[in-house]
């Protein structure tokens, strides 16, 4: 059962555009939403992350929109670079050391 | 301050053998999560440890066990491979008490089974 649906599943876009990726969940036990980064041979980096009493939350150029009643959120990249281009990957978990119950992935690409 | 730190990076094995990984977590972090990410997927939870004991389980076959050390570090073990075991193998670290705490990632172990 996929509890966490992400998409697209692959983004192109040009430099200094803005970049969205979107992701839905069906448990609305769920209280902890991050995004992760994740560059070709590496692993998951945290990105940012937002509880469901937050409507929205930006740190640089990275801002996550949540809509509780939607159960819906959203990864927003404004000025889009080429060292950007990684695979996005939104995550959930239910309460404090639980499971993170991640999408499954956006691949994005930033033209020059 | 080192990061999650997993060893090794790469791993070939045949079908039926069995294989360990290690993982050290980041300092001050004393549980540790394993997930295992298929090529083109996102990482699926396989197990998570902390005080040396199996806390949480995801829907992984018995073949597939571990051990938390008193140092915190960690060890996943894989038995009886199947080609399907081939993937890249993820540890994550963080800390049980504070609120949400974030989860950090090592780099992973990449495991090939021929």
């Known amino acids: 059962q996929q509890q966490v649906k992400q998409s697209p599943q692959s983004l192109i876009v040009q430099k200094g555009g803005i970049s969205i990726i979107n992701c839905a969940y069906e448990?609305?036990?769920?209280?902890?939403f991050p995004w992760y980064q994740q560059f070709p041979g590496k692993g998951p980096a945290l990105l940012i992350a937002?509880?469901?009493?937050?409507r929205e939350k930006k740190e640089g150029r990275f801002t996550i929109s949540f809509n509780k009643s939607a159960k819906q959120f959203s990864l927003h990249i404004m000025d889009s670079q080429p060292g950007d281009s990684a695979t996005y990957f939104c995550?959930?978990?239910?309460?404090?050391?639980?499971?993170?119950?991640f999408g499954t992935g956006t691949r994005l690409a930033v033209r020059p | 301050d080192a990061g999650v730190t997993q060893s090794p990076t790469h791993l070939i094995k045949t079908r039926g053998q069995q294989v360990t990984l290690r993982c050290s977590p980041k300092?001050?972090?004393?549980?540790v999560s394993w997930y295992q990410q298929a090529l083109g997927q996102g990482p699926q939870f396989i197990f998570q440890?902390?005080?040396?004991?199996?806390?949480q389980r995801g829907n992984f076959p018995d073949r597939f066990s571990g051990h938390q050390f008193p140092n915190y570090s960690s060890e996943l073990n894989v038995n009886a491979l199947l080609l399907g075991d081939s993937a890249l193998y993820l540890c994550?670290?963080?800390?049980?008490?504070?609120?949400?705490?974030?989860?950090?990632f090592g780099d992973g172990t990449r495991l090939s089974i021929l």
């Open positions: 995550a959930a978990m239910k309460s404090s050391g639980d499971k993170l119950t």
């Open positions: 937002i509880r469901p009493d937050v």
């Open positions: 300092s001050g972090h004393d549980t």
């Open positions: 440890y902390y005080e040396e004991e199996e806390r």
């Open positions: 994550a670290s963080s800390k049980r008490t504070g609120g949400h705490q974030p989860q950090h």
């Open positions: 448990n609305t036990a769920f209280d902890y």
